[in-house]
């Protein structure tokens, strides 16, 4: 299938880069952090003036909490800041919210207001904007493994289109495209399952230099694919 004049569907993003962002400008790391926080909604407007219907954003992987605790608790708190600020501009623009990943090892007041933004943009019927935060690829499939086991499922019955409604993405398309910024070309854990047939983009340009322009070339490349899924 030509990918000539179409749009994907569902975008993910693998959001990096922030780090060499910052020592570019002899900033700490957290200042980093800050600036790629300050990127996600001029991103979000871009990709929803597109007319993209999916949008997951890949802000702190399972692995991240080995990181120092520091940098872990500066994240945490840039992630309690963003639902504060972003929220009612998310809400009020029709987006609905969606967190994927891992919830309970979150401090208890930042679950309380992931929840409560979820809970806010429930009934919204524009873009939909997934949060991978505390979100791992592996984790997410053996934990799928783990509760199609306890559910006694029969042999029989498990196929591909099930086992993805175990998954933390249900109800959601396969990305059609993702993007890395900041230069490496690796998926890093990150939708792992559902990136099977996406198609992969990736660029130098650090996370908080990821700006319109940069979103136009990757929508242009993405044009320019041939899609086949297997086939001829």
């Not at 500066?74 to 929220?87: C, F, Q, V």
């Not at 249900?170 to 990136?195: C, H, K, Y």
């Amino acid at each position: 299938m030509s990918g000539e004049s179409s749009l994907p569907c569902h975008v993910a993003i693998i959001m990096d880069g922030n780090g060499r962002w910052a020592r570019q400008r002899g900033l700490s790391r957290l200042e980093g952090h800050r600036a790629g926080a300050k990127n996600v909604r001029r991103v979000v407007n871009a990709f929803a003036d597109h007319g993209v219907k999916y949008l997951t954003l890949f802000a702190f992987s399972t692995e991240n909490w080995s990181r120092p605790q520091k940098e872990v608790e500066g994240l945490l708190g840039l992630l309690s800041e963003s639902i504060d600020k972003e929220t009612q501009f998310f809400h009020r623009a029709n987006i609905k919210l969606r967190h994927v990943g891992e919830v309970d090892r979150l401090p208890l007041e930042l679950q309380r207001k992931v929840k409560a933004a979820i809970e806010l943009t429930k009934d919204n019927t524009g873009m939909i904007l997934c949060l991978a935060f505390d979100y791992g690829s592996r984790s997410e499939i053996v934990d799928a493994v783990r509760c199609i086991k306890e559910g006694n499922v029969s042999t029989g019955d498990i196929n591909e289109a099930m086992f993805s409604g175990y998954l933390g993405t249900q109800g959601i398309p396969d990305p059609d495209l993702v993007i890395r910024t900041g230069g490496e070309m690796r998926l890093s854990n990150f939708l792992l399952w559902q990136a099977a047939y996406s198609e992969l983009y990736f660029t130098p340009v650090l996370w908080p230099d990821f700006s319109e322009k940069e979103i136009d070339k990757a929508l242009l490349d993405y044009r320019q694919r041939q899609r086949r899924f297997g086939s001829l």
